[in-house]
């Protein structure tokens, strides 16, 4: 929060113990996946091939 702006974090945390230690966790982070920017680069490169193509 460096700008002041908060941003929402879509996570799953798992934590599991750690087996033969005492105190120890695991931590399995799974993010929810950002499709956007990969759309962006989707319709900019069929832009492109038509062009190229045209």
């Known amino acids: 929060m ?3 702006k ?3 974090l879509h996570r ?3 934590i599991e ?3 033969g230690s005492y105190n120890s ?3 399995n ?3 929810k996946k950002d499709w956007s920017g ?3 680069l989707a ?3 069929a832009i492109l091939a038509i062009a190229f193509f045209a």
Do not use: H, R, T
Request: contains cysteine; hydrophobic residues 40%; glycine residues 4%.
């Open 29 to 31: 982070e799974k993010e």
């Open 6 to 8: 908060e941003v929402a």
């Open 12 to 14: 799953k945390l798992k």
């Open 43 to 45: 319709c900019v490169a």
């Open 2 to 4: 460096i700008s002041g």
């Open 25 to 27: 966790y695991l931590v």
């Open 17 to 19: 113990p750690i087996e």
């Open 38 to 40: 990969n759309i962006y």
